[in-house]
C-alpha cells in the first residue's frame, strides 16, 4: 500500500493540508468508478468540524488547535472508515446505510501499532507488522491483532449501535453494523461481523465544546451535585454542631460515587463512531 493511503500520517494534518488534499483525491481516483471532484459536506458545531465524503465512504473530525483558529486552520482529530455493505445485498439495515455511505474505496489499509499502547494480552503481534484492514476483516481479527480492547458496549437492543470496541491507546475505535452485531447473542457472533466503522483518532481527550449546549450543561450540573453530594456530610454536621463520624460519611457518600460513575459510563458511550 503507498504511503499516500497512510491514514495515521493525516492524524494533526490542518484542513487546508496539501497532504490531506491529495489523499482524498487519490481515494476518489480508486472509487468505481473514478470520482474526479470531491466536495464534503460539512457540518460545523463549536470549535468542530466535520467533512463527510459519502461517496468515498470516509468522514474527518476537525479540532481548533487554538481559540480563534480559522477553520482552515482547524486539525484532523480523528477519520471514520466506512465498511459497509452494497444495498444489493438483501440487508434493510445495510441499505440504509448505503444509500449515504459508499464503501471505502482504500482497503486494504495498512495499520501499524503505537509502541507506547499496552495491551491486556502478550501475545499480540509485533508493532512492526501492520495489520492489514480488509472489507472482509472480522472482529475476531482485530483483537487478534490489537489485544482486548480498554472499553466496549452497544449491541444490547435491535435498534441503536452495534457492538463497538475501543483502543485508545492505539487510537483505534470499531463500531460493528448487521445483524451479527445487535441482540442477546451480540458478543458471540459479533466476533465474525464484518460490516465496520473504523475511527482513527488522535487523542482520546475529548472536550466538552465537542458536544451539544444541553450536554455540556448537564454535564456541568452534575459534575455540581455530585460534588455537593459528597460534601454534605460535613456541612450537615458543621450546621448541626455534630460530630462527624465515618458512619454519617459512608453511605452518602457511596452513594454519591456510584451516581458520577454511572453519569461517567453514559457519557462515555457518547463517544461512538459517525454513522
Excluded at 471532484?37 to 468522514?59: Q, V
Excluded at 451535585?225 to 460519611?249: I, K, V
Aim: proline share 8%; with cysteine.
Amino acid at each position: 500500500m503507498s504511503n499516500d493511503l497512510d491514514l495515521q500520517s493525516i492524524l494533526g494534518e490542518p484542513r487546508n493540508s496539501p497532504k490531506l488534499t491529495a489523499l482524498i483525491q487519490r481515494l476518489g481516483s480508486l472509487a468505481t468508478p473514478p470520482i474526479t471532484s470531491l466536495a464534503p459536506d460539512s457540518k460545523s458545531y463549536a470549535g468542530t468540524t466535520y467533512d463527510n465524503y459519502y461517496d468515498i465512504g470516509i468522514s474527518l473530525m476537525f479540532t481548533h488547535p487554538t481559540k480563534g483558529s480559522n477553520v482552515d486552520e482547524y486539525v484532523c482529530d480523528s477519520i471514520d472508515v466506512m465498511n459497509v455493505p452494497d444495498a444489493e445485498a438483501g440487508n434493510t439495515r445495510a441499505a440504509k446505510t448505503s444509500s449515504r455511505y459508499r464503501p471505502f474505496p482504500g482497503l486494504p489499509l495498512p495499520l501499524t501499532k503505537r509502541d507506547s499502547a499496552t495491551t491486556a494480552t502478550d501475545d499480540t503481534s509485533s508493532s512492526s507488522e501492520t495489520f492489514p484492514l480488509k472489507p472482509t476483516t472480522i472482529g475476531a481479527e482485530f483483537v487478534q491483532y490489537f489485544g482486548e480492547p480498554g472499553r466496549k458496549g452497544g449491541g444490547t437492543g435491535s435498534a441503536g449501535p452495534g457492538i463497538w470496541c475501543d483502543w485508545p491507546g492505539q487510537g483505534l475505535m470499531v463500531e460493528f453494523g448487521g445483524d451479527e452485531a445487535r441482540g442477546p447473542s451480540a458478543w458471540e457472533t459479533g466476533a465474525k461481523a464484518c460490516e465496520y466503522t473504523t475511527r482513527l483518532f488522535f487523542s482520546r481527550v475529548y472536550h466538552l465544546s465537542h458536544f451539544s449546549a444541553s450536554i455540556r450543561l448537564a454535564c456541568y450540573l452534575s459534575i455540581g451535585a455530585g460534588f455537593l453530594a459528597l460534601s454534605w456530610p460535613c456541612l450537615d454536621g458543621a450546621l448541626s454542631n455534630q460530630p462527624l463520624t465515618t458512619a454519617s460519611l459512608n453511605q452518602p457518600s457511596r452513594r454519591s460515587l456510584d451516581a458520577i460513575g454511572t453519569f461517567i459510563n453514559a457519557l462515555q458511550d457518547l463517544n461512538n463512531p459517525l454513522t
